[in-house]
């Protein structure tokens, strides 16, 4: 369960300080699904960035399963996103020269597991987002659907309590939105893992159960009927 | 994944990787020539000092040139012949003397050897034998009874005056009991033998081949000096340039010889160890007053000509643009590494947020611009090689001028030639020596390491970079 509490985030921009994040409470329960919706450079991003402890709040704390992310010392929280949380972006920051079975075990390196496991894995998940038959190919060679899909095996190939997903379907057409969306949904569904997704798509925002809408640093949660 | 992704990388990105890599191996190659080159210079200056020298001497021991005191002229030879009424026989005379008028005791060489880092110390005396052979011949009385007025009635005498052939030659006074030592080892003997430890005093002698080619002298023949007849024993080929005498005789000979018993002229020295040479030096100037003691460094500063020329070039701007090249081929690899790491900020912040380890990304840029290193590391040693042996196959030859000119030279050309003095003023010694540029095991590690510190360096620029990079940063900037 993530608690956020007086989560505060203010960044120096030359001689001016921007405050993305404004005395933020939220709590996110295990196996919830939360859409951040707001305007862009409301500060959803680095909601997300706060959440996967990929940045560090100026003020307040972000606890994860009893855990403050924000006083962790840097190598415990590189720990923490190799074991509990997963992540897929909008631009699907897969490595242009690696396959995709390769780009997919790049999230089992942190743990340590032998070559077999982490290939036996890495197999297991791109099928589970239907690319079995594609993982020899590196993503130059794969529609936006496909690099999103092997994005998200690779957010989950290591078996994650968290996915955060910024913006996931920002850079696909309709079909490939709901294409790469039916395979999240699915996974969460199946998985129970916490879900929080940025997204602009009011469409995707609709299907649910929390949003919360970030505006000005400062966040309301709504909740909503799917 | 380590290899799987450098490998890759690499592949990605193999034109940025060429240039890193032909950057290092240019300036590997330079070194690997520029040191090998350097190496055949100094065994060039090595062969010169050599032939000088002779084999393991680190320096000579002579006595200080004196000078003459006031009202004293320099010493120079001097004949007397007997110009006896109503002979007109043929004259001969050998006079002998010491090469350079100066001598030390004998007992300097227990001294020199007595000191402390000499291993060996060999004495040896320089002669120069000055054959002066002809005759008178009286003046003629012609029309007597016809003289000028005042004449006396003699008539005049025309005709008469005196023909002699002068020849000079060196004949160097050999320890025949310390051969491994001293000026004969600069030759090889190539017919007959050379003097056994029991021929202290005989009356035999080694000749140079050249000298006795002239003369036309053989093994078996017999060479009279000052009325004594020395059977040639040997016939000695220098291994290059001149020889360094004429002829060699048993010391005690040579002694008896210039009427200088108990004398020598040079004591050839050799070092415990070549560090203690100067030590050494300074040793025997402070514990043996009034002797000169020339190393082989003193003498390869009298080197001159294009030997000394390419020497100089190349331990100078050489060895400097060799490295400067490498300097900025480190410089260029570590700033394309740099940003190389600059253009992957994305792929950086990615894999930390998947939970990569700074250090682990660090491994894999260092790891990345390593093999770069190597890459370019084996190609400046293939290019060095190449260059190398380029050089050698095309042996370019240059000439060493030895003790040309100046007091050092002169002093240096006394040491070499016979330890004697006075030497100098002589015309300089030329020799012509092939350059060969050997690649010793040792240049090659230093290539290897150059190459590892290039990509250690390259890395350690991109490894930094990465190293620093924060995901959140990392990923904000691109997105």
Redo the contacts between chains.
Sequence with gaps: MYQLTGVTKRYRRGKDAVTALDSVDLTIEDGGRLVIQGPTGGGK?TLL?ML?G??RPTEGSVVLDGTDLAALP??RL??V???KIG?V???F?L????TAQ?NV???L???RLG?RE?RERAGEALASVGLGDRSGHVPGELSGGQQQRVAVA?ALVKRPAVLLA?EPTGNLDESMRDEVMEVLEALWQEHAFTFVMVTHDSALARRAPRVATIGDGRVTVREQVA | MFFTYLRRELRRRRKAALVVASGLALGIALVIVVTSVSSGMSRAQGKVLESLYGLGTDMTVTKAVEPPEEGQTTRRPRFEFDAGEGEEAQQSRDLVMVQGFQSLDASTVDDVAGQDGVADAVGGLGIRVMKVDGEFRRGQVENPGQGGPGGGGGGAVRGGGAAFDVDSYTAYGTDVARQDLGPLTTSKITSGRTFTEGETDAAVAVLDSAWAAGKDLAVGGTLTVSGTEFEVIGIATADSGDAAADVYLPLARAQALAGAEAKVTTVYVKATDSQRIEGVKEAVLKNIPGTTVTTSADLAATVSGSLSTASDLASGVGTWLSYLVLGAAFLVAGLLTSSAVSRRVREFGTLKALGWRSGRVTRQVAGEALVNGLVGGALGIALGLAGAWLITALSPTLTAELGGGGAAGGAARGGMRFGGQGGGGGSPQTLDIALTAPVSLATIGLAVALAVAGGLVAGGFGGWRASRLRPADALRRVE
């Design positions: 991003s960035q996967g990929l940045d840097e190598a590189t720990r996103r190799a074991e992540f972006f909008q631009g920051n490595i242009p020269t690696l390769e075990e790049t999230a390196v942190p743990l070559a982490r690779r910024d």
